[in-house]
């Protein structure tokens, strides 16, 4: 059974800093991309950032030059390193693995996500 368990949200203020961890079981990790979206109340889901097998990234542009996106793969987690936070950036998060379907990356079929709140 794939288990993708979202941590390290919280509330911060705009300016600050937050590193988000996601630990995958129930498929081979180092086979796989991974990715993470969000979601804002009212908002659709967004691909926030993605990280490739061949080890080459991608990024929304809104986030581009503020977050990092890594991957452990002997702890099989990905990690997303959120700086310059903005209020814009508020939206429960998602990480994703790259064989799952990306139409319900935001609604928690996997993980329940992690909250992230910047207040201004």
């Known amino acids: 059974e794939v288990q993708l368990v979202e941590s390290g949200g919280g509330s911060v203020q705009a300016g600050g800093s937050l590193r988000l961890s996601c630990t995958a079981s129930g498929f081979t990790f180092d086979d796989q991309g991974m990715a993470w979206y969000r979601q804002a109340p009212g908002n659709e889901c967004e691909l926030v950032s993605s990280n490739y097998r061949d080890g080459s990234t991608s990024y929304l542009d809104s986030v581009r030059g503020r977050f990092t996106i890594s991957q452990d793969i002997p702890k099989n987690t990905v990690y997303l390193q959120m700086n310059s936070l903005r209020p814009e950036d508020t939206a429960v998060y998602h990480c994703?693995?790259?064989?799952?379907?990306?139409?319900?990356?935001?609604?928690?079929?996997w993980g329940q996500g992690t909250q992230v709140t910047v207040s201004s």
């Open positions: 994703m693995a790259g064989f799952l379907p990306s139409q319900y990356a935001c609604q928690g079929n």
